[in-house]
């Protein structure tokens, strides 16, 4: 009886032991799914901070945008005449930013040429994929099918080709983008 008591108690015993090892070994995690939770954890603490500066600045963007307010139409009465006012709101532009970034240019006197790298590039290939309707890769790289669309560009506008882009250019392609409204 004594001996059949010690089976018992040894099989729950180590039963109970396997029980804890699984749990354990279930549970834990490694070293590197334990960093990656924690990175998670901080890119969407990160994400919600973003969401409520996006939120802030469109609210402040709205303050700026005019206000449209319609006037209740009235019948029967003839319309009243009256002085057009010489004050005049500034021009909104569909490419204010990219217009932005060529007068940028044009004030930092910036001149580019083949193998010249850089954000400032990006902004005249933008222009330029603008400009042709194309969807050309924005590298940064004034490689030559960047000098060959700056060059068609200026013979377009009446530069002299010389498919290197300065602040005539810039000007060039600034005068077009406010064109297109």
Known sequence: ??????????????????GLGYFAFTSIDSGSE?????????LQSENEDLVKQVESLEKKLE?????????????????????????????????????????ALVADN????????????????????????????V????????KKAVIAFQKAVGLSPTGEAGPTTFNKMIEWLKKQG
């Open 139 to 146: 590298d940064n790289d004034y490689g030559e099918s960047t």
């Open 63 to 103: 303050a700026y945008e005019p206000k449209v307010v319609e006037e209740p139409v009235v019948q029967n009465k003839p319309p009243v005449q009256t002085e057009p006012t010489k004050t005049t709101a500034p021009a909104v532009y569909k490419h204010a930013k990219l217009i932005a970034e060529l007068e």
């Open 34 to 42: 334990h960093v990656n939770r924690q990175k998670i954890k901080e």
């Open 110 to 137: 910036v001149q580019m040429k083949l193998k010249s790298r850089g954000t400032r590039v990006g902004t005249v290939q933008n222009f330029l994929n603008l400009y042709n309707n194309t969807t050309n890769k």
């Open 1 to 18: 009886m004594e001996t059949l008591k010690f089976w018992l108690t040894t099989i729950i015993v180590l039963a109970l032991l396997g």
